[in-house]
């Protein structure tokens, strides 16, 4: 674990909420000149902690549907589970990657237009790697809530929150500048107006109206950091629950609940295997298991089982894989 000073906690917390912000704003919030600021993010970078910030990406706005498919792996060699995380990395429509320990190895999250093209992708990865897996569930996704850190922040009373998905029956077809705007922030929420204008080739006054045009229409829904936990002393563990019945209601006062927990930082409302996961990022097990407990203290009623898993380590994320295709689809179409 690396010790945070005063700043660089502050620093790490207003980096989380909008990790867009300008230096000039980043440190107003912190107490320090523009210029410190940024010596603390460039540190922050070195030691490690900070491992990436994107845009987050709003597939379902563009006719995109998130499934999540968990791995039981053959141990056929010690080299398997690098094969498989090396294939699944490198697929076009893979949006998440993990390894994990529990009942499941490796979960993957994937973007397809519709439930043929979602069966067609996983079809043509289990042809490549299925001699590796000896099971694998489906678990489409209805809708995912992520919440900022508020362990990064403990005083906090109230905490932002980014929900996409639910509602589905809105579809933005974007032109080929907005495209290449969700391409560049995908990778890099931190590159600039005038860096993304010279990169597509356009006005920085047209980037600066197509990005505020995006976020009005919640295609990016926000900026954020993300971190590497075990610099943090945390580490991100699942909560897999099977209920009996969920209803509007209920989902609203588990996310009531999940919003004061502090290290709660995604929830997501499933159909098929199970209905609902839970993902922390807490200092140890018996923190996870707290957790769990008192969410069973206040929602065991609705609760058939539940399973609790591990991830090891993040080896993709980026909320729009699938943006060349997309560029190539429309050249193609235009």
Known sequence: MIKLDNYEQKLLWELDLN?????????????????????????LIKKGIINNTMAVVNMYKLGWYAYRIY???EKESLNSDKLVLDYLKNNSYTVWVVSCIGKYDVEYLLLADTPIKAAQIVDEINENIGRYIKEYIV????????????????????????????????????????????????????????????????????????????????????YRVFNN????????????????????????????????????????????????????????????????????????SLVKDYEIIQVLKEHKLNYLPNINLLIKDYKKEN
């Open 139 to 222: 678990s489409p996704a209805i809708g995912n809530i992520h919440l900022n850190r508020m362990y990064l922040n403990p005083k906090l009373k109230q905490r932002k929150t980014v929900h996409y998905g639910f509602n589905t029956n809105e579809k933005n077809n974007l032109d080929l500048i907005n495209l290449k705007i969700l391409k560049l922030l995908s990778t890099n929420a931190r590159l600039s107006n005038i860096e993304i204008s010279k990169e597509i080739g356009v006005s920085y006054n047209t980037i600066k109206y197509r990005l505020k045009d995006l976020e009005k229409n919640k295609i990016i829904e926000g």
């Open 19 to 43: 990790a867009r912000l300008p230096f000039t704003e980043l440190g107003k919030k912190i107490g320090l000149s523009p210029q410190l600021t940024k010596y603390k993010f460039e540190s």
């Open 71 to 73: 791995l039981r792996l």
């Open 229 to 300: 936990l075990e610099k943090l002393n945390r580490q991100f563990f699942k909560i897999i629950i099977y209920t009996k019945t969920l209803s509007k209601k209920d989902r609203n006062d588990i996310l009531t609940f999940c919003s004061k927990e502090p290290d709660m930082v995604y929830v997501n409302f499933c159909f098929g295997g199970w209905d609902l996961e839970l993902e922390a990022e807490s200092e140890n097990n018996t923190k996870t298991l707290e957790l769990l407990h008192r969410f069973l203290e206040k929602f065991g």
